[in-house]
């Protein structure tokens, strides 16, 4: 390395492993090909999301209602009140859980949404136990949407998932047994989109935050934090960051969205909850008002997770990622 | 402007740019090929929102980062549930690299993501402060402290005879 007036810069521009000359331009036919598909499909075949039907959700449904909140938080981007010591004091709490080793988020929600003419209103909690890379997740609702709901069976009656070593194991609604299933690569893609301590990392770079006071929450006093963020301010959209949110989510919403965080003297994450009221942007024929409550208990406390006992063949199942990408 | 001929436009002004932005973020051409598929995706469903933005490469950059960010956190964890560490070897050789440049890129990854972020796109995307402050959804002056120390750590990273962590890709 030779110092000069901006040493690493030079270096680091020097290691660019890119040679531009060696890329294809835009009026090369794979450029024009991807331009086309991207204007006129909407999205690449490619890069679509894999298709996934009612069946193949089931399973998934327990990880993402418990994620739901912490997807939201990641909304809370640029929050014109926030200050240096709230915004350091919500991100070391929230990276105290997402760098733990294991623990316990529990999830309280009522969610309801509509569509044209058609309402529907979920309500209930999910319990998550994580440790390592292994999950698992109890649901327990309350009110169930109609399309959940079967004339003999409640679809989410029950709902349990496990992952254990690689292995996902599934039973609730139709399926009262356990079923095993060697985890699909899509399926892994979307847990983990939803894993909250990934959502959490997320905090790092997005979430501002200001305080505003102290309460008590189970006999501790914590602080809280608030952020308010207008999903119609222009800035979101300017800085990307929106449009990154809206790809994952595949969603594009304008609303207001309000998060607030307790963190308590050991500058420990001891809940969030997320309240919002969205309309869909396209068209506005989509709604939702949501308010939903996470609390985070027993870090690096939880015992390992063990596979269930009693597991079914899965042939009762097969075919509920016919389709999906693996 | 018609929305189609807007988008068509930030695609032939921008395609090389996030080619080579998706390139040096991936391990292989197909990682890069999807990355840059999904990149534009969002653009053109997003492509109202052009009208406001003052830099449009730098409004691509900031959804590549989300894109990439999460393809990321996904392979890794595919990666450690699976067992197939060994599949993330490059399927493309790498470009004929002088030694020192491989230090350098091996300092890189020593940083935490957002550092090494923020001096990629001011080294390889060649952004202004004020263009990466967009791209990363702070000030212009925050830029500045972040780079500064950013670039302590990464000095201090290439003192280093040995890397600190392993790398992920």
């Known amino acids: 390395m030779t110092p000069d007036n901006n040493p690493n810069l030079s270096d680091v521009r020097a290691a660019d492993p890119v040679r531009m000359a060696d890329l294809p331009s835009s009026q090369s036919p794979e450029a024009q090909a991807l331009l086309r598909q991207t204007m006129y499909d909407a999205m690449p075949a490619h890069a679509s999301p894999s298709p996934g039907s009612f069946r193949s959700r089931l399973p998934l449904l327990a990880a993402v209602a418990a994620a739901v909140a912490l997807v939201a938080t990641t909304f ?8 240096p010591t709230a915004l350091a004091t919500v991100k070391a709490a929230a990276q105290e859980v997402a760098v733990a080793d294991s623990g316990r988020i529990v999830t309280t929600f009522t969610i309801t949404g509509s569509d044209g003419d058609e309402t529907g209103t979920a309500a209930g909690s999910v319990e998550m136990l994580f440790n390592g890379d292994d999950l698992a997740i109890s649901l327990d609702v309350d009110e169930v949407p109609s399309e959940f709901q079967d004339e003999d069976i409640d679809m989410l009656e029950g709902v349990e998932t496990r992952i254990v070593d690689g292995v996902l194991y599934v039973r609730g609604g139709p399926a009262p047994d356990w079923v095993a299933f060697d985890v699909p690569a899509v399926l892994l893609s979307q847990i983990d989109s939803v894993d909250p301590r990934s959502v959490l990392s997320t905090i790092q770079t997005l979430i501002e935050a200001e305080e505003v006071g102290t309460e008590t929450l189970d006999g501790e006093d914590v602080i ?78 939880v015992d390992r997770i063990v596979a269930p006992e009693g597991v079914v063949p ?13 | 402007m018609a929305k189609d001929d807007h988008f068509r436009q930030l695609f032939e002004s921008t395609y090389p740019q996030i080619v080579a932005y998706a390139r040096r973020r991936t391990l292989t051409a197909a990682d890069a090929d999807d990355v840059v598929a999904e990149i534009y995706a969002t653009a053109w469903r997003r492509a109202e929102a052009l009208a406001d933005v003052d830099v449009p490469l730098a409004w691509l950059y900031g959804i590549g980062l989300n894109v990439v960010r999460n393809r990321r956190r996904s ?30 890129r091996q300092a890189l990854q020593e940083l935490p993501d957002d550092d090494a972020e923020l001096i990629r796109l001011i080294a390889w995307e060649g952004l202004s402060h004020a263009e990466a402050g967009s791209v ?3 000030s212009t002056n925050a830029v500045g402290i972040r780079l500064h120390r950013a670039r302590q750590r990464l000095d201090t990273a290439l003192s280093s005879p040995l890397p600190k962590k392993a790398s992920n890709q």
């Open chain 2, 136 to 138: 990363l959804g702070c």
């Open chain 1, 224 to 301: 809280v934090y608030r952020s308010e963020v207008d999903l119609d301010d222009p800035s979101l959209s300017a800085s990307g960051w929106m449009a990154g949110l809206e790809s994952r989510l595949d969603v594009e919403a304008d609303g207001t969205i309000v998060v607030e965080t307790w963190v308590d003297g050991s500058e420990q994450l001891r809940k969030i909850e997320v309240t919002g009221d969205l309309v869909e942007a396209q068209d506005g024929d989509g709604s939702a008002v949501f308010s939903i409550s996470t609390v985070f208990n027993d870090l690096n406390a």
């Open chain 1, 314 to 326: 899965n042939s009762l199942l097969e075919g509920m990622f016919e389709g999906a990408d693996n």
């Open chain 1, 76 to 83: 809370a981007i640029v929050s014109p009140t926030n200050t």
């Open chain 2, 75 to 104: 392979s890794e964890r595919h990666l450690r549930l699976v067992g197939e560490a060994t599949s993330a070897a490059r399927t493309t050789p790498p470009v004929a690299d002088p030694a020192e440049a491989i230090i350098v």
